[in-house]
Structures are given as structure tokens and as C-alpha cells.
């Protein structure tokens, strides 16, 4: 899924009204399997000026990019977070590791030859599967509407559900970022 999608949805799941640092990790929680794709790509086009071409179609399958997929996006890593978060009843944890585990469990399904190794370290096996957000040969002229329509019911769920300007006007911009990426990946691929 899109990445405004993973906030939206573990925001959703795990935030709570009336308890902004809960809300806020659900938030970083649904954000955290793919900050480090944003920080490579990041470097590697602004510091290393290597064309976007490049970077998605060689250094994201690279060993040593998936090296460190196989490490965020990990569910026994995750799954060991939130194991301890519950046993030690924080909260916050539980939020952040929930939204993470969530994020997990939505893009298993929806990641076809870019899928990543999810179990490390117990193996680097990867799910190929045959939908995708975002390949259209990969039915994402599906998902992709399904997963803006969700996004859109979520979010309107939220503005009803919390009563912060701020967290709403965040929501509102992490929407727009949504219904923005799911049509540039319907357009480019």
C-alpha cells in the first residue's frame, strides 16, 4: 500500500481519542516499515544524484537495500515488540508496534516481484504475490481504488471520531497525499 495509506489505516486501528502520544506512535508506527526506503531513495537522488529509474529498478533489489527491508519490515521483530509492549502494558508501544504490525500484514498481499523478505531472521523468503497497489498488470486498477475508497471511509471515521484541529488537519493532508500517489501509480505504471 502507499504509505499515507499505512498511517491512515493504523491511525485508525490503534489511535485513541483524548490520548495524543498514543495517536501519534499509531501514526510513526504505520510510518516505520517504510522510513528507510524514503531515506535511501533520499540519498541516493539528492546526495548521490542516481536518476529515479535506477534507483527503482536495481538499488531497491539490491542485497544490501533488501538487507535492510528484511529488518523493518520483520515480523518476528515486530511481532516481538508488541508481544513485550502488551506484557508490560505501554501503550504507546502497543500503538506503535500495532500500527507496525498492521502495515506488515497489509503489504504481504499487496507486493508482487518488489515484495520484501518479512521474516527475517527466521528466513529472507519473500511472498511473491500476484496482486499490487500498484502494477496494474498486478490488478492495482483494483486495490488501488480499494484502498483510496478504505482510506477515504477511515479518515472520515477519524474527523468524526477525534476532536483535534490539528490531528484532523493532519489527516486531512495525509488523505490528499493518499488520493495523490494512488493515481500516479495508476498513471506511471
Not at 4 to 10: C, E, K, N, T, W
Not at 12 to 36: I, M, N
Not at 115 to 125: E, G, N, V, Y
Amino acid at each position: 500500500m502507499n504509505t499515507p495509506a499505512h498511517l491512515i489505516f493504523g491511525a485508525a486501528a490503534f489511535g485513541q481519542p483524548g490520548r495524543p502520544a498514543v495517536t501519534s506512535a499509531a501514526l510513526l508506527g504505520g510510518l516505520a516499515p517504510d522510513l528507510s526506503l524514503y531515506l535511501m531513495v533520499a540519498w541516493a537522488r539528492f546526495v548521490g544524484d542516481v536518476p529515479a529509474r535506477t534507483i527503482f529498478r536495481e538499488y531497491y533489489f539490491s542485497d544490501a537495500w533488501m538487507a535492510v527491508f528484511a529488518v523493518d519490515n520483520s515480523f518476528p521483530i515486530w511481532g516481538a515488540l508488541l508481544a513485550l509492549a502488551i506484557w508490560r502494558r505501554w501503550p504507546v508501544i502497543i500503538a506503535f508496534a500495532g500500527a507496525g504490525l498492521l502495515h506488515l500484514a497489509l503489504d504481504l498481499p499487496l507486493h508482487g516481484a518488489d515484495a520484501r523478505p518479512m521474516f527475517w531472521p527466521l528466513s529472507d523468503w519473500r511472498f511473491v504475490s500476484p496482486l499490487s497497489y500498484w502494477d496494474r498488470s498486478h490488478h492495482a486498477g483494483i486495490i488501488g481504488p480499494l484502498e483510496a475508497g478504505l482510506s477515504v471511509l477511515l479518515t472520515g471515521f477519524m474527523l468524526w471520531r477525534f476532536k483535534s484541529l490539528v490531528l484532523r488537519a493532519g489527516l486531512v493532508l495525509l488523505l490528499a497525499a493518499e488520493l495523490g500517489s494512488s493515481g500516479i501509480w495508476r498513471f506511471v505504471f
